[in-house]
C-alpha cells in the first residue's frame, strides 16, 4: 500500500526573510499541522513518504520531492513560475499585516472583520497552488492552505 504524504517539510533558508515572531510562529505550525496531516502525490510517483524542501530561485516557486525508505530512489524538482500567483500573494501578504495590527488595538468585530478577508485570501491561495501544481503533484484543500502558508513565508520580503 503506498503512503502518498509528506513526512518532512523544510524551507531554504538561505532564500529564507527575516520573519516578526508572530510569522515565525505561522511558519512552525504550518510545518507541524502539514506533517500531521497531508494528502500529497507526486504525478507517477510508486508511493511516498515523501520529504519536501521549498525554495524560490529565480522567482520560481522550487519544490524538491525525494522518497522516503522503500521509495528512497525517486526525487523529483518541480520549479513553478510565481507570476500566476503574485496578486494573490501581494493582497495576502497586506492583509496579514493589517490582522497583525488589528490584533494590537482594534475591536474584535474589526479583528474578524480582517480574519475573514485574510481567510477568504488564504483560500485563494491555495486554489491557485493547487492548480499550479496540478498534472504534478495532487494535493487535497488543507495540505494545499499549509503549503501556501509556506510559500508566503518564502515569498514576504523582510
Do not use: W
Not at 483560500?123 to 494535493?139: F, M, S, Y
Amino acid at each position: 500500500m503506498s503512503d502518498h504524504r509528506l513526512s518532512a517539510v523544510d524551507l531554504d533558508m538561505a532564500t529564507l526573510p527575516p520573519a516578526t515572531a508572530e510569522i515565525e510562529h505561522e511558519r512552525r505550525v504550518a510545518i507541524f499541522d502539514l506533517i500531521e496531516k497531508n494528502s500529497f502525490e507526486p504525478e507517477g510517483a510508486p508511493g511516498g513518504p515523501y520529504k519536501l524542501k521549498l525554495s524560490l530561485q529565480d522567482n520560481r516557486l522550487v519544490f524538491d520531492i525525494a522518497g522516503e525508505g522503500a521509495h528512497e530512489e525517486y526525487a523529483r524538482t518541480y520549479a513553478l513560475s510565481l507570476t500566476p500567483m503574485k496578486s494573490v500573494l501581494k493582497d495576502y501578504l497586506l492583509i496579514c499585516d493589517s490582522y497583525y495590527e488589528a490584533l494590537r488595538g482594534s475591536s474584535p468585530s474589526q479583528i474578524e472583520a480582517v480574519d475573514m478577508g485574510r481567510r477568504g485570501l488564504h483560500n485563494e491561495g491555495a486554489d491557485a497552488l493547487e492548480e499550479r501544481l496540478k498534472g504534478k503533484v495532487a494535493i487535497d484543500h488543507e495540505t494545499a492552505r499549509r503549503l501556501f502558508t509556506l510559500v508566503c513565508a518564502l515569498y514576504r520580503r523582510g
